[in-house]
């Protein structure tokens, strides 16, 4: 989920049709199969935000992680309908939930110089924006979720704040005839992970118009996570990433 400045030597020339390697297959059980999808989703809209922050050059005040986490919570509510945003928030904060750990027990000191905030951080951050974008619908979801009740009164604004901020950089992206959208690598249709988010290409591709195509691949990455590679405009989402969120689970 970073956001590399160096190209990496493996995904040069990575732009064509993909090679056979292992397909991820979603597991049986539906619960399961939705947590997966779901937060795949919400990464995805996170990978999103910064090639957004690269394409458009967006000066980012803050961390970039964050601003990411915050756009990805803007797209959950703008894309999809009340239950199914609802449903992709609460598999992206179990996931930060389930990362934390026991909260009792100090962080090694290595995850206080990370990149990312803090998973609880990150927990918190995603559960207050998503509440405060709705809340008159969605105070008992903050309330199950124990955000804490002083935050609750601030979450509506701060969602505000970040959504005008959001907005301010977003003007001007409707997709039009000069525009590019995301484009998904050819070689990939049938690969459930791959069929996933070409729906997910097809909502943002209906929103923002590009000044430059940004492609969108799965494949092994020889580690579980998601990336955006500006030297290559990319997103790459791993198999391995579904796979560690079913070991999660
Ligand atoms: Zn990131």
Redesign the pocket.
């Known amino acids: 989920?970073?956001?590399f400045i160096m190209a990496c030597c493996c995904l040069l020339g990575m732009i064509g049709p993909v090679a056979a390697e292992e397909v991820y297959q979603f597991p049986d059980d539906p619960d399961e199969a939705e947590f997966i999808a779901n937060e795949v989703i919400a990464t995805f809209y996170?990978?999103m935000?910064?090639a957004l922050i690269d394409v458009l050059q967006i000066p980012v005040l803050g961390k970039?992680?964050d601003a990411?986490d915050t756009l990805s919570v803007i797209l959950m509510h703008d894309i999809w309908v009340e239950e199914a945003a609802t449903a992709i928030l609460a598999s992206d904060a179990l996931t930060y939930a389930l990362r934390a750990g026991d909260t009792t027990q100090a962080p090694d000191l290595s995850a206080y110089a990370d990149?990312?905030s803090l998973d609880i951080q990150r927990y918190y951050a995603v559960v207050c924006l998503f509440y405060g974008a709705n809340p008159e619908v969605r105070k008992q979801l903050a309330i199950d979720l124990e955000l804490p009740e002083d935050k609750i009164d601030s979450c509506p604004d701060e969602y505000q704040y970040a959504r005008s901020a959001w907005d301010t950089v977003l003007q001007g992206t409707e997709p039009g005839p000069d525009t590019y959208g995301l484009v998904m690598v050819e070689g990939q249709e049938g690969m459930p992970l791959a069929d996933l988010l070409a729906a997910e290409v097809e909502s943002i591709n209906a929103n923002f118009g590009l000044p430059e195509p940004v492609y969108v691949v799965v494949q092994d990455c020889g580690e579980a996570n998601a990336f955006?590679y500006p030297d290559d405009k990319t997103i790459v989402m791993c198999n391995e990433y579904a796979q560690d969120l079913q070991d999660l689970w």
């Open positions: 989920m970073m956001r996170h990978e935000g910064h970039e992680e990411a990149v990312h955006y």
